[in-house]
Each structure stands twice: as C-alpha cells, then as structure tokens.
C-alpha cells in the first residue's frame, strides 16, 4: 500500500509502498482509511523541526493522526465493534497503567503514544489502532468531513479550557484549523467571538463564509482592531498562532480575572511582565491535544453542522499528490487538507 512516511531524522517525508499492516492484536481493529487530514504538527514533523526529535528512532514511522474509516478487522476481544464500521480515532493511546490512567485522565498520561506521531498512522489505506480510541459516526456524517474530528476536537478542549459561556467577549489569535474551529465553538457557546490572523487571508475567507467576524492584521493595527469590535477589554483569548508575541499581545487586552489559553505549539520563550500580569490576576492556561469527552462532542458538532464545517476542508488530494498538499499547507492556502488514500484492496475470502 502507497504511504506517507518519514524515514530519517532530516527534513522530510517520502511517499513509499510498504506491507499492509499485520493482523490486529488483542484489543486492536484494522480500519480502511477513507481521509485523513494534513496537520500543522505533520508539517512541524516533516521539516523536522525542534520538538520532534523523539521520532528519530522510531523511524520509518507513517504519519498521519487525524483520520475517519471503516472497519475492517477485529482483533481479539474486541466486542463493542464490528466489521464495517465507520468511525474515527482519538490518536492518543495511553499506558493504562500510570497513575493518570487509573484516574481516567487518559490525555494526562505521561507515557501516550500518538498514532502517526509515535506509531504508524494513517497517511496509508489502512492502519491499525485500538478499539478503546474509536467514536462510531452517526449515519448522517459523511467519512471525509469526519476526518476533521480530531482538530475539532483540540478546539473543544481548548474553549473548554478557557472556560467559554454565554456572553463572554473572546479574541482569538490565529486562523489555522485550531484557531479557525475554536472561534467556531467559541461562538456556538454564546456571546460575541473574533478571530484575527496575519497574512491569512484564505483562511479569513473561510471563517467569514462560517459566520465569524474577522480582521487581518496585516491591514489593521491589532488594538485598534480590537477596539473596533470589542469596544474594550475581553474577557478570554485563545492563542493559535505558535508566537509568543500574541501571548503578550492578548495579554494586554485581557480584562481582569480573565483567562488566555495558549493552544499553539511555541519553538520561543515567552517573556512576561509578571508585575501587570499578577495586579491584573489574569488567568495563564494550557490546552494540548484533547479528551475522550470533547472529541464526543467534536463527532456531534460534525453531525449537526455539516453544510457549515465541511467548508474547512478547503483542499482534497489523493495521497500521491502528498508533496503538493504540503506545499498548500505550509503557504497558509489551505484551511484543511485532507489526503485520500489510495482504496485497500478488497478482502480475501
Ligand atoms: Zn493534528
Ligand atoms: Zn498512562
């Protein structure tokens, strides 16, 4: 099967055929992948950025996190499936034996795996993952806009992070898919939302044909902007961008008592004046990857608002055209891009 893997610790990624995968194990299934989705931490990987270099050895390693498909195969003991299923996959396999999987804080464990980041993923016609990580997909939601699941998912977990309700002011910093879905459910949780982003503009476009009020640094001034449409403080920021300076920045429009969640993935330090940040008791957090709970709730908001969110995925290639989605990715072009694998062949009977 035709897959997308990194085969050495340097820049890049190399498409390649390799063996389908072995016969699941016990607790596994075997999934046919109908979509997965290019993410910001697929591009990270791929140029090898600082943060990655806990892959070097477990390379060759497909990647590939963000997936839907069907069931193929079960392995033993599994019993809530069966074959022909279609679901998608939390990507984070935890160790079920620290002290935070006792307490069912799957997404705290300290010794996860990421399938595609730690295990070979779904940039593949098939892949093999846990039965325990699977959501099953209402009827009524198509395979490629369940794709987008686990992104959606994160921007769950980070709204829910930053405590979101009715009538909150929220500013959120970066139009990427994390960005972009966040302001979305931010939105759907009440209250009034914007999203800034620089240079963004195909992806500003996208969030205005999703309903979001906008504004691109690039043309305006970022206090005046928030001015404009917020009339003053707010009262929670989500960050998206990887920059510590929209940490700062949304620091200084954060009212007091209030939260920012920090959600991008940073390659810099943050410099903080802790002298305004402690007199204005504002509220520091963290949002990472997501929970069992919000990626439920992800599946739902897919079902419900389809028409809407399908329009995220802006781009859809076959995963031979894999270096050419990059190339969209990596240029800001694309909200999503989703890579369709080549269809396994047909089981032996
Ligand atoms: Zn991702
Ligand atoms: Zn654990």
Same mark, same amino acid.
């Given at each position: 099967?035709?897959?997308?893997?990194?085969?050495?610790?340097?820049?890049?990624?190399?498409?390649?055929h390799?063996?389908?995968?072995?016969?699941?194990?016990?607790?596994?299934?075997?999934?046919?992948v109908?979509?997965?989705?290019?993410?910001?931490?697929?591009?990270?990987?791929?140029?090898?950025?600082?943060?990655?270099?806990?892959?070097?050895?477990?390379?060759?390693?497909? #990647?590939?996190?963000?997936?839907?498909?069907?069931?193929?195969?079960?392995?033993?003991?599994?019993?809530?499936?069966?074959?022909?299923?279609?679901?998608?996959?939390?990507?984070?396999?935890?160790?079920?034996?620290?002290?935070?999987?006792?307490?069912?804080?799957?997404?705290?464990?300290?010794?996860?795996?990421?399938?595609?980041?730690?295990r070979?993923?779904a940039?593949?016609?098939?892949?093999?993952?846990?039965?325990?990580?699977?959501f099953?997909?209402?009827?009524?939601?198509?395979?490629?806009?369940?794709?987008?699941?686990?992104?959606?998912?994160?921007?769950?977990?980070?709204?829910?992070?930053?405590?979101?309700?009715?009538?909150?002011?929220?500013?959120?910093?970066?139009?990427?898919?994390?960005? %972009?879905?966040?302001?979305?459910?931010?939105?759907?949780?009440?209250?009034?939302?914007? %999203?800034?982003?620089?240079?963004?503009?195909?992806?500003l476009?996208?969030?205005?044909? %999703?309903?979001?009020?906008?504004?691109?640094?690039?043309?305006?001034?970022?206090?005046?902007?928030?001015?404009?449409?917020?009339?003053?403080?707010?009262?929670r920021?989500?960050?998206?961008t990887?920059?510590?300076?929209?940490?700062?920045?949304?620091?200084?429009?954060?009212?007091?008592?209030?939260?920012?969640v920090?959600?991008?993935?940073?390659?810099?330090?943050?410099? #903080?004046?802790?002298?305004?940040?402690?007199?204005?008791?504002?509220?520091?957090?963290?949002?990472?990857d997501?929970?069992?709970?919000?990626?439920?709730?992800?599946?739902?908001?897919?079902?419900?608002?389809?028409?809407?969110?399908?329009?995220?995925?802006?781009?859809? %290639?076959?995963?031979?055209?894999?270096?050419?989605?990059?190339?969209?990715?990596?240029?800001?072009?694309?909200?999503?891009?989703?890579?369709?694998?080549?269809?396994?062949?047909?089981?032996?009977?």
């Amino acid at each position: 099967m035709l897959t997308l893997q990194k085969t050495a610790p340097q820049e890049g990624a190399e498409l390649l055929h390799r063996e389908a995968p072995a016969e699941p194990g016990a607790g596994e299934v075997l999934i046919d992948v109908a979509a997965a989705g290019l993410c910001g931490s697929d591009l990270h990987a791929i140029a090898w950025g600082p943060g990655y270099a806990f892959m070097s050895d477990l390379l060759p390693l497909t #990647l590939g996190h963000e997936f839907s498909g069907t069931i193929r195969k079960l392995g033993p003991q599994v019993t809530d499936y069966v074959v022909g299923e279609r679901v998608v996959c939390w990507p984070t396999v935890a160790c079920g034996a620290c002290d935070a999987c006792a307490e069912a804080r799957l997404q705290d464990c300290q010794a996860r795996r990421i399938i595609g980041l730690h295990r070979d993923g779904a940039f593949a016609s098939q892949v093999l993952v846990p039965a325990a990580n699977l959501f099953r997909l209402p009827a009524e939601l198509s395979l490629e806009t369940a794709a987008m699941a686990e992104p959606l998912a994160v921007a769950v977990h980070a709204v829910n992070t930053a405590e979101i309700s009715d009538g909150d002011k929220t500013l959120v910093l970066g139009p990427g898919p994390i960005g %972009l879905f966040a302001a979305w459910v931010a939105r759907q949780r009440g209250g009034q939302v914007a %999203l800034f982003g620089f240079q963004d503009s195909a992806r500003l476009v996208c969030a205005r044909e %999703l309903g979001l009020q906008v504004a691109d640094l690039a043309e305006q001034n970022f206090d005046e902007a928030v001015q404009s449409l917020f009339g003053g403080t707010v009262d929670r920021v989500i960050e998206a961008t990887g920059r510590p300076q929209s940490v700062t920045d949304g620091l200084k429009v954060l009212r007091s008592s209030g939260i920012l969640v920090a959600a991008g993935i940073h390659a810099e330090p943050l410099s #903080l004046n802790l002298t305004d940040f402690v007199r204005m008791k504002q509220q520091l957090r963290a949002a990472h990857d997501t929970t069992p709970a919000a990626f439920q709730e992800a599946v739902g908001l897919l079902a419900q608002h389809e028409a809407a969110l399908s329009q995220a995925a802006t781009h859809r %290639l076959p995963l031979r055209e894999a270096p050419a989605a990059i190339t969209l990715a990596k240029q800001r072009e694309a909200v999503k891009v989703l890579l369709l694998p080549e269809p396994a062949m047909a089981p032996a009977r």
